[in-house]
């Protein structure tokens, strides 16, 4: 791609906009219709987002941006919706046990990809 070091920031940086403004209304919203459908509808449509990214991006900076932001969006549900879920259908005693696990699980992800990447 022929972007400027600015847009590459902003396409990069654009993600966490929707993420981090999107937490406390992904987890009202997941308290209120479900966790399991706010959480399912957002990752399917991360997921489609993510396929068509390259399109966007071979197309604008611009829509790169939005895409970017959008996707930040539908992420924001996962962490609320999944200690939502937790609470809720974990067994007295192994909730913490398993909020444990899923941290742990999403910081070793973490570790993984950008050993890889």
């Known amino acids: 791609f022929d972007w400027s070091k600015q847009e590459q920031g902003l396409v990069t940086g654009s993600y966490?906009?929707?993420y981090a403004t999107c937490q406390i209304p992904a987890a009202w919203l997941a308290s209120k219709m479900g966790f399991?459908?706010?959480?399912?509808?957002?990752?399917?449509?991360?997921s489609l987002l993510t396929i068509l990214f390259p399109v966007a991006a071979k197309?604008?900076?611009y829509l790169a941006?939005?895409?970017?932001?959008?996707l930040g969006?539908?992420?924001a549900v996962a962490f609320?919706?999944?200690t939502g879920c937790?609470?809720?259908w974990a067994p007295p005693l192994e909730k913490t046990q398993l909020q444990g696990i899923f941290w742990s699980?999403?910081?070793f992800g973490t570790l993984v990809i950008f050993t890889l990447a």
């Open 59 to 61: 197309a604008s900076v």
């Open 86 to 88: 937790w609470g809720a």
């Open 105 to 107: 699980g999403a910081s």
């Open 65 to 70: 941006l939005i895409a970017r932001i959008l």
């Open 73 to 75: 969006v539908f992420h």
């Open 36 to 46: 399991r459908k706010v959480f399912g509808i957002s990752m399917l449509l991360a």
């Open 80 to 82: 609320p919706a999944m």
């Open 16 to 18: 966490y906009w929707g």
